[in-house]
């Protein structure tokens, strides 16, 4: 089993800037890709931002620029750095992983979500 721990959504007004974090832990022998979907109300969850075991980076054309994915794999985490941030950002962001588990088995595993309000 893995878990998906997320945090640092919140309300910040347009034009600020918000961190967010997804921590991976369980029965994980290694992780391949990880990245962030988004999904706002009555709309279909969309990709925001992948990165792989090397470090090769993907962004959805609406974030470049603004977005940065990175991350820790000493620690199994996640981060997306979001600047300037806009009201069409408002959304849910759920992080996910591609893993191999202890067992060999290949999971694909969601976060739980965090709300994310770009609002004056």
């Known amino acids: 089993q893995v878990q998906l721990v997320e945090s640092g959504g919140g309300l910040v007004q347009p034009g600020g800037s918000l961190r967010l974090s997804c921590a991976a832990s369980?029965?994980?022998?290694?992780?391949?890709?990880m990245g962030w979907y988004r999904q706002a109300p009555g709309k279909e969850r969309d990709l925001v931002a992948t990165?792989?075991?090397?470090?090769?980076?993907n962004y959805r054309d609406s974030v470049k620029g603004r977005f940065t994915i990175s991350r820790d794999n000493a620690k199994n985490t996640v981060y997306l750095q979001m600047n300037s941030l806009k009201p069409e950002d408002t959304a849910v962001y759920y992080c996910?992983?591609?893993?191999?588990?202890?067992?060999?088995?290949?999971?694909?595993?969601w976060g739980q979500g965090t709300q994310v309000t770009v609002s004056s």
């Open positions: 990165i792989g075991s090397g470090g090769n980076t």
């Open positions: 369980g029965s994980i022998l290694s992780i391949n890709a």
């Open positions: 996910y992983i591609d893993s191999i588990a202890t067992t060999r088995a290949t999971l694909h595993t």
